[in-house]
């Protein structure tokens, strides 16, 4: 390249108003006439320190760019040390990823952005925008998402005449379903062409009821370094590669035209980063299985409990105890027990109640048998998360002690 070019912090608002500023350095980033941009929060309190760690202000290396196909975005992202990653977006990622989403729901519209955008799934509404031609909407949520202020920023959205769209995590998802006080959200949420649902493992009983209440819901799989979702209900979007090591349940990798071009500072293809992407493949950290021709998803590799040599994949766990009338979410992980290794412990929350323990055991334990079977169970009204809607592990470890 002639010159190379400068990675600087891009700052995400929180007052929905202000996003002009952010489209304008988006089209520009994904042009190449602008410097790469690292989007973080403007409330993050470690928003210096990822910028420092992935060097804002400095010049891209040789291999972390290229002339032809400008890397637009990098991408902060945790490893399991914690320290921040940062995922290099080419614009020829970022734009494939976007046609393809509109090719698969139908045709480009308008966005309502609604989560963060300064992660992934949030930021990629912006680009959807971009690509479309359309000004998205912003929901406001500075004191918190409710009904309410979504169908403030939707209804506006819905009168105009294009094919609408926005993107959510199951936990909005069901504050919408759940409101019974403002039911404005849902006859809003009905009203969208299609809704994306990612950013975590969504339940399937949550799935049912948004359907029935005549949701258009689409399930998305896919991280930072695939540009968000590139599988939507199980099934990859056009030129993207799912292969799943063997024996099934095993590691997911992708391939195709939204993936990332590396990470940050990592030229050497002997770190454990760079090896992730090999040969046009991102091994990620996911297991998963086909299933009647669609990938499921059965969560984290690292997350995987052995209890008493017994391998159990807590999404199964986490299915088995929603599908109870009781339970309206779930999360499942492993606690360190003294004499089976780990022993399983189960988060929920329920619909109505306090929820009969013994009857969840029986359940899990008819379906899947007793290593699967919760040793410990906590209630909570509602899971700790972070991130995009992801149940904070780490704090529910803290919870059982």
């Not at 500075?142 to 819905?158: H, K």
């Not at 030229?267 to 499921?296: C, K, Y």
Request: aromatic share 4%; proline share 8%; net charge negative.
């Amino acid at each position: 390249m002639s010159s190379a070019r400068e990675l600087r912090t891009l700052t995400i608002p929180r007052d929905p108003g202000e996003l002009t500023a952010v489209l304008a350095e988006l089209r520009n980033a994904l042009d190449g006439t602008g410097p790469a941009l690292l989007p973080l929060a403007a409330d993050d309190p470690a928003a210096e320190e990822t910028a420092r760690a992935l060097g804002a202000g400095e010049p891209l290396a040789a291999v972390e760019d290229s002339e032809s196909d400008p890397t637009s975005l990098v991408i902060a992202t945790s490893g399991s040390t914690g320290a921040p990653k940062g995922v290099l977006l080419p614009a020829s990622a970022l734009r494939a990823s976007a046609r393809s989403t509109h090719d698969r729901l139908g045709g480009p519209g308008q966005w309502l952005l609604a989560m963060p955008a300064h992660h992934i799934a949030g930021i990629q509404v912006l680009i959807r925008s971009i690509v479309a031609g359309h000004t998205p909407r912003a929901v406001d949520a500075r004191e918190g998402f409710t009904a309410e202020v979504f169908a403030d920023a939707a209804e506006p959205l819905l009168g105009t005449e294009h094919r609408h769209y926005t993107a959510l995590v199951p936990t909005q998802l069901g504050r919408l379903l759940d409101a019974a006080s403002d039911p404005r959200g849902l006859r809003a949420l009905r009203t969208f062409d299609a809704v994306l649902l990612g950013g975590a493992a969504a339940a399937p009983d949550l799935l049912e009821r948004a359907r029935a209440a005549g949701v258009n819901v689409v399930t998305t799989y896919g991280m930072s370094e695939t540009a968000g979702g590139c599988v939507y209900d199980g099934t990859p979007l056009p030129g993207v590669g799912v292969h799943i090591d063997s024996p099934e349940p095993g590691r997911i990798s992708l391939s195709g035209p939204t993936l990332a071009r590396g990470y940050r500072h990592s030229p050497s293809s002997h770190t454990p980063e760079r090896a992730a992407f090999e040969a046009g493949w991102f091994r990620t950290g996911d297991v998963g299985q086909w299933r009647d021709g669609h990938l499921e998803v059965l969560g984290r590799a690292d997350d995987m409990i052995v209890t008493g040599a017994v391998k159990v994949v807590p999404a199964v766990v986490e299915r088995a105890l929603t599908e109870h009338p009781d339970v309206r979410e779930a999360c499942v992980l492993g606690g360190p027990d003294p004499e089976w290794g780990q022993a399983v412990l189960a988060a929920v929350v329920p619909e109505r109640g306090a929820p009969d323990e013994r009857e969840l055991r029986r359940r899990v334990r008819q379906r899947l048998g007793a290593a699967a079977t919760p040793k410990r169970f906590v209630v909570l009204d509602e899971l700790p998360l972070r991130g995009p809607g992801k149940p904070d592990k780490r704090a529910l470890l803290e919870l059982f002690g």
